[in-house]
Structure formats: structure tokens, C-alpha cells
């Protein structure tokens, strides 16, 4: 079974510039996390979904960041303008969650973003 | 909020020996998991073992074990016969409502 993918994996871009991440969950699962991590402050969730759905999305730095889950095997991290501050590596994962069980979490490669 | 504690930023271990890891956590929420995570240089995140709050049996994964102490709210892990292969940061993981992280302690293995 493919893990969870990321694209870009890399990704170097100009301070004002639109930045789009993908992400494709492990199939059969029905929740998605968006996480920073940097040296500074470590892993942070940014958001999650839980089927498409976002549930909390209190993590998001601020109205720059947006994120989007159009359907079950597909979600985007929009970051719009771009600002240095931002540079850090983006991870998504994934995970089966249920009423009565929480499986682990498994995530993707993650995309290093840098921005100039 | 829950809060995940890693109190040793950096440990160091000779090959073939064993080494512990550290994580306090505070919450209170009565059912939660525990993870451990590893992140090798290539930066993938790596679940190395898990466990369920309403277990009083230690995970266990080949070499790698927890001492799950919940009334401490301690969640140690144990490294034993110590590989190159291991070396990491590794993170220790609360899932409540939410996954929380603790900092990392970063494990490097001697030859």
C-alpha cells in the first residue's frame, strides 16, 4: 500500500509568491493533518480533516494560510502571499479515526519550503 | 491543553548498548494514546511503537519498548542493542482530541 505522498518535496520560491502543497492521504482513510515543523517551535499542527471536513483548523498561522480537502484522496496547503517566515517543512498525514479508536498517524516525506 | 515533555534534547549511546528516552505528558483526558515517533535524516516520520492508555502492558517492538507509568504520566522508551541505524530525533506523541508532540531528543549512536 503507497504511503502518504507529498508533492513538491522540495520547494524554493520568492517572498510574495503563491505557494501550493499537495498531499494524497493513504486510501481508506478518513482523516488528514497539516504540520510545520521548524527548529524554533518543533512539530505544529496546523489543521486537520476528518472525512473532507475541516475540524480544526486553530493552528493556521494566520489568513495567509489556506487549506482545502475537495475530496477524500486529495488536499492542498495554500500559502498566499509567501513570507520568509515561512520557510520550515510542511508534513501531511493521515490516519483511520473512528469513534472508538484513534489509529496512529502516518505521514508523508514532507515538503522542505523555502522562501527568499 | 496537553502538553508533551521530552526533558533530554540530545542522548548518546555506544553500538550494542541500550539507552532510554524520556516523555512526561500532562492531560486530563482518560483515554489518549502514546507513539513514539523517529525522524532519521531523511526526514521521514517513522512510527516506532504505541500505546493505549487503558493498557497496564508495556508495547513492545523487537528492540524497542515503553515503560507506560500512567499515574507519573510517564512514557519512556527503551533502545535495546543499539544500531547505527537507530540514530534519529526521535518524538514522543500524546493523541487525545488532538496529536501533540513533545521537542525531540535527538539519539546519536557511538561505533
Known amino acids: 500500500d503507497a504511503g502518504v505522498i507529498q508533492s513538491p518535496r522540495h520547494e524554493v520560491t520568492e517572498m510574495g509568491q503563491e505557494v501550493t502543497l499537495r498531499c494524497k492521504p493513504i486510501s481508506g482513510h478518513n482523516s488528514l493533518f497539516w504540520y510545520r515543523q521548524t527548529m524554533m517551535r518543533g512539530l505544529e499542527l496546523l489543521i486537520y480533516?476528518?472525512?473532507?471536513?475541516?475540524?480544526?483548523d486553530s493552528g493556521m498561522p494566520e489568513d495567509r494560510f489556506s487549506a482545502k480537502m475537495p475530496n477524500a484522496s486529495f488536499s492542498t496547503l495554500k500559502i498566499q502571499p509567501s513570507e520568509p517566515r515561512d520557510s520550515a517543512v510542511y508534513f501531511c498525514?493521515?490516519?483511520?479515526?473512528?469513534?472508538?479508536?484513534?489509529?496512529?498517524?502516518?505521514f508523508g516525506d514532507g515538503t522542505r519550503l523555502s522562501i527568499l | 491543553a496537553q502538553t508533551v515533555t521530552q526533558s533530554q534534547p540530545e542522548m548518546s549511546v555506544q553500538e550494542a548498548e541500550t539507552v532510554t528516552l524520556s516523555c512526561t505528558y500532562d492531560t486530563s483526558e482518560s483515554d489518549y494514546y502514546l507513539f513514539w515517533y523517529k525522524q532519521p535524516p531523511s526526514r521521514q516520520m517513522i512510527l516506532v511503537i504505541r500505546q493505549e492508555a487503558y493498557k497496564q502492558q508495556n508495547a513492545t517492538e523487537n528492540r524497542f519498548s515503553v515503560n507506560f507509568q500512567k499515574a507519573a504520566k510517564s512514557f519512556s522508551l527503551k533502545i535495546s542493542d543499539s544500531q547505527l541505524g537507530d540514530a534519529a530525533m526521535y518524538f514522543c506523541a500524546y493523541l487525545g482530541q488532538k496529536l501533540v508532540f513533545g521537542q525531540g531528543t535527538r539519539l546519536t549512536i557511538n561505533p
Open positions: 498525514a493521515s490516519s483511520l479515526r473512528g469513534q472508538y479508536s484513534n489509529q496512529p498517524q502516518h
Open positions: 480533516f476528518n472525512n473532507n471536513v475541516p475540524i480544526d
